[in-house]
C-alpha cells in the first residue's frame, strides 16, 4: 500500500504543507461508504462519522475510507464529516443521500 509521505510526494501536496496550506478551518462532508478511522492514514485527524444507513459506522464498502485517505494527504489539517450514505454494496436512496446532503449544510460544512 502506498503511504501518505508517498501521496505527499506524487501530488506536489508537499510543497503546498512546506507553504503552510493544510486544510486547517476547513470541514469537508464525506458522503460514502463511511470510514475506517483506525486506519494510520487518519491518525491525528478530526474525524467525526454518522451512519443513516443503519448498518453501523464500518467502511463495509471500502470506498469511503479510500476516498477520504485522499482528502488527508493532500489537506491534513482539515476536519471530515463522514456521512455513511452507501450500504454494505455500495448502494443509497434518494431520500438517504438528500438526509445526507441535508446533515451536511446543518452542520455548516465548506465543502461536500
Known sequence: MITL???NVRTNAVILHDKGFTGRGV??????????TTHSFF???????????????????AH?????????SISP?????????LDE?????????????ELAVEKGVDII
Not at 470541514?27 to 475506517?36: E, F, Y
Not at 489539517?77 to 450514505?85: A, D, H, L, N, V
Not at 454494496?89 to 446532503?101: A, D, P, V
Request: proline share 0%; no cysteine; charged share 25%.
Open 64 to 72: 469511503g475510507t479510500n476516498v477520504a485517505s485522499i482528502l488527508a
Open 77 to 85: 489539517g482539515i476536519k471530515i464529516i463522514s456521512i455513511k450514505i
Open 5 to 7: 509521505e508517498e501521496i
Open 89 to 101: 454494496k455500495g448502494l443509497t436512496t434518494t431520500e438517504i443521500m438528500i438526509k445526507g446532503i
Open 27 to 36: 470541514t469537508v462532508a464525506l458522503l460514502d461508504s463511511g470510514i475506517d
Open 43 to 61: 491518525e491525528g485527524m478530526n474525524i467525526e462519522s454518522v451512519d443513516l444507513t443503519g448498518e453501523g459506522l464500518n467502511d463495509d464498502y
